[in-house]
T-cell receptor, first 116, second 113 residues
Framework: AQKVTQAQTEISVVEKEDVTLDCVYETRDTTYYLFWYKQPPSGELVFLIR??????QNEISGRYSWNFQKSTSSFNFTITASQVVDSAVYFC?????????????FGSGTRLLVRP | EPEVTQTPSHQVTQMGQEVILRCVPI?????FYWYRQILGQKVEFLVSFYNNEISEKSEIFDDQFSVERPDGSNFTLKIRSTKLEDSAMYFCASNQILRDTQYFGPGTRLTVL
């Protein structure tokens, strides 16, 4: 069965530190999609990135970068030079092509606290 | 930029009452979803909807739940007889193509007393 594990429940860093949020997934499907969403204290879910299983290139967007490694079934998220505004809960999610609805399976989330 | 909207932002109800949560998906999207997040927990899939019918539902989505697209813009989630354990944040999401990114609304916080 598909599963997403975010082993880090909570991380606390001081502003300007780099921080990596881990995500490990399980799937039997060969075609699947991985996502990261941010949930700030206001509660909404903000889309950050989508990656398909055939694209293992790492991606950088400003201070954000993502490392996708199929060999270890991981899709980790790094924030460089963290800022207080990065404080939020971050969710990793998986959807599979064999799933008729492509529903999102979420991990339990990592709460990131960036202290000034 | 188009976005998914949800109303109300917060709904308080008594146990046993019916509630209807409303969502307006992005206008050219065809696939619609409801998810639930109990406070402090992960986001869980409830139901997906396409072409005016449910395409998949989870074990959570029992006979007390129903969804409807009453017109060309709204997508609703009804809970017939609310229970205390239905207290949660309910998110609506939509996408244009099935495997595309799902965009979420801001959520409705449901509190059942």
């Amino acid at each position: 069965a598909q599963k997403v594990t975010q082993a880090q429940t909570e991380i606390s860093v001081v502003e300007k530190e780099d921080v990596t949020l881990d995500c490990v997934y399980e799937t039997r499907d060969t075609t699947y999609y991985l996502f990261w969403y941010k949930q700030p204290p206001s509660g909404e879910l903000v889309f950050l990135i989508r990656r398909n299983s055939f694209d293992e290139q790492n991606e950088i967007s400003g201070r954000y970068s993502w490392n996708f490694q199929k060999s270890t079934s991981s899709f980790n998220f790094t924030i460089t030079a963290s800022q207080v505004v990065d404080s939020a809960v971050y969710f990793c999610a998986l959807s599979e092509s064999e799933d008729s609805s492509y529903k999102l399976i979420f991990g339990s989330g990592t709460r990131l606290l960036v202290r000034p | 930029e188009p976005e998914v909207t949800q109303t109300p932002s917060h709904q308080v109800t008594q146990m046993g009452q019916e509630v209807i949560l409303r969502c307006v998906p992005i206008s050219n999207h065809l696939y619609f979803y409801w998810y639930r997040q109990i406070l402090g927990q992960k986001v869980e899939f409830l139901v997906s909807f396409y072409n005016n019918e449910i395409s998949e539902k989870s074990e959570i989505f029992d006979d007390q739940f129903s969804v409807e697209r009453p017109d060309g813009s709204n997508f609703t989630l009804k809970i017939r007889s609310t229970k205390l354990e239905d207290s949660a944040m309910y998110f609506c999401a939509s996408n244009q193509i099935l495997r595309d990114t799902q965009y979420f609304g801001p959520g409705t916080r449901l509190t059942v007393l």
